[in-house]
């Protein structure tokens, strides 16, 4: 027989009013009635009819707890302490309004296993809730590790471990699988950097399936990637990237899922050492012509860039310094690079978008695998696509602020140009249907509810009769006539979306 001390299961708020603490014996007996949960590593240990939680604490600051069973989180405000797995077969629900607080000095992680559920369906009203344990005025990205779903969708590598540390593999032939809900959930100052270059995400989602339901979800000052997709099938809606450090929208390993609506905003002091892009998009790492490709379709998206958010952005080291929001704790700054940046064989699609001040509207990046080839060959859709006060349109390889053609790379993998030419990223853009080049002006943007910035089309926008959705099929889009994120009257981030997460009061 083992035994953990546990309190009864009440938020913090009320936690005083509970009727005390108790001893709850663990064993192997069939006549146990209640969920079982498994403390810590799952080797060697007995399965126990405890929950999962001790007052307000979820886990206990090791980095091999591991939760099975079903069992809902109650509306209130609690600590996440160290990784926690959410273990096959296993479901966690958390009710609308639940607060989580990530802890600093136990790294804290959530990480939902293949064959596992995570249910966060918050509402407008009441969204849940990832943030940091910081105190309102000293959150920082990377106080906390972040939120990873992991599902048996496809991927083009067959089995992953999932990026961060975590003991996770991901993978499978499922492209229905369901790995639960999250739905008007907030996810804020994640990102905590473990080793270098393995930060985990704001939200990680690897191999998950169709059958997963992802929408209306905010990642704000991630310390690395808002979003990242890594193979899987899910379709995605109203997902907004604030302040991040790295890439916004990162999409590898074969990732064949629908994005609708989006909004990406930068912060002119916050870029990483790799060039920050807001699309990243990779087939694999190498560049290999391997299956399923990466052939995402995002629409009706609204990027604005460093350019946009600050009068005075300067695209140097010594201008991103991290301002108020560097977390000093050995993650990189760098440069801003691009609106979308497209390589290494992938076929991402995008339509019904728009981008405003970033140094480089569009990369096709042909230094690995063949995604300029992809591209001539029509399995690249950038389409009904409006440009705004970019640096310069194109740019054909990584780090070239350039907008020139690139007709190889030498010995030392430098590539070579031809300036005389424009980047073949460039003129394919202007190639496509209804693609434009323009300054914000003629954007027509009001809507600074987000103090600084605007980003939804007045009434008179041309963005309101810019979209069309012809040639594309998927029962998931939503026809519309506009590009971006939003017509002229539907802010859909009212209500459950917040632009000021420092000082929010939790």
């Known amino acids: 027989m083992c035994k953990h001390f546990i309190k009864t299961l009440v938020p913090a708020a009320v936690f005083g009013l509970a009727l005390g603490s108790m001893f709850t014996a663990c064993s192997d007996d069939n006549d146990v009635t209640t969920p079982d949960y498994v403390w810590g590593n799952e080797d060697g240990l007995k399965t126990c009819n405890n929950l999962l939680f001790e007052g307000n604490v979820i886990g206990n600051g090791d980095n091999e707890f591991v939760f099975k069973g079903t069992q809902t989180i109650k509306r209130g405000t609690y600590t996440l302490k160290g990784w926690v797995y959410v273990g096959a077969g296993s479901t966690l629900t958390l009710e609308p309004g639940t607060i989580i607080k990530g802890d600093k000095a136990t790294m804290a992680a959530l990480i939902v296993e293949p064959g596992a559920k995570l249910i966060a369906q918050g509402t407008p009203e009441l969204p849940i809730v990832f943030t940091s344990a910081q105190p309102a005025g000293s959150r920082k990205p990377g106080d906390w590790g972040g939120l990873i779903i992991c599902g048996k969708a496809p991927n083009n590598q067959t089995t992953m471990q999932i990026e961060g540390g975590p003991r996770t593999k991901h993978g499978g032939t499922d492209v229905h699988d369901n790995s639960g809900v999250l739905s008007y ?13 393995k930060e985990i995400n704001g939200l990680t989602l690897g191999s998950v399936g169709d059958a997963t339901q992802i929408d209306h979800v905010q990642v704000s000052y991630s310390n690395d990637d808002s979003f990242e997709w890594f193979g899987g ?17 990162d999409t590898d390993n074969g990732f064949g899922g629908t994005v609708q609506y989006g909004l990406v905003v930068r912060n002119g002091k916050l870029a990483d050492k790799s060039q920050s892009n807001s699309f990243e998009s990779d087939n694999c790492a190498d ?25 005075t952005f300067q695209n140097t080291t010594d201008y991103i310094n991290g301002g108020g929001y560097n977390p000093n704790n050995g993650s990189a700054l760098g440069r801003f690079q691009a609106a979308m940046q497209i390589r290494r064989g992938s076929r991402l699609n995008c339509i019904n978008s728009v981008a405003v001040g970033y140094p480089i509207g569009i990369m096709l990046d042909g230094e690995k695998g063949n995604t300029q080839q992809q591209a001539q060959q029509g399995n690249i859709k950038l389409q009904n696509i409006w440009f705004a006060d970019m ?30 030419k424009p980047s073949f990223s460039s003129t394919f853009f202007l190639a496509q249907s209804g ?25 008179g926008s041309p963005l309101l009769t810019a979209g069309s959705f012809t040639g594309i099929s998927s029962s998931f889009l939503t026809p519309g006539t506009y590009v971006g994120a939003f017509n002229a009257t539907d802010n859909w981030t009212a209500g459950w979306a917040n632009f000021d997460p420092q000082n929010a009061a939790y």
């Open 391 to 420: 640096g310069i349109l194109g740019s054909d390889a990584n780090k070239l602020y350039e907008d020139v053609l690139v007709t190889g790379y030498d010995a030392d993998k430098n590539p070579v140009k031809d300036a005389t």
């Open 435 to 459: 693609n434009v080049n323009t300054t914000s002006a003629q954007l027509q943007l009001t809507g600074n509810a987000l103090a600084g910035f605007n980003f939804m089309p007045s009434a």
């Open 287 to 311: 560049g290999a012509d391997v299956a399923p490709y990466t052939t995402a379709l995002f629409s009706n998206i609204t990027f604005i860039g460093p350019k946009a958010t600050d009068a």
């Open 233 to 249: 099938t899910v379709n995605c809606s109203h997902l907004i990237c604030y302040n991040g450090w790295d890439d916004d929208f």
């Open 185 to 197: 959930v907030r996810i804020e100052f994640a990102g905590y950097p473990f080793q270098t270059d």
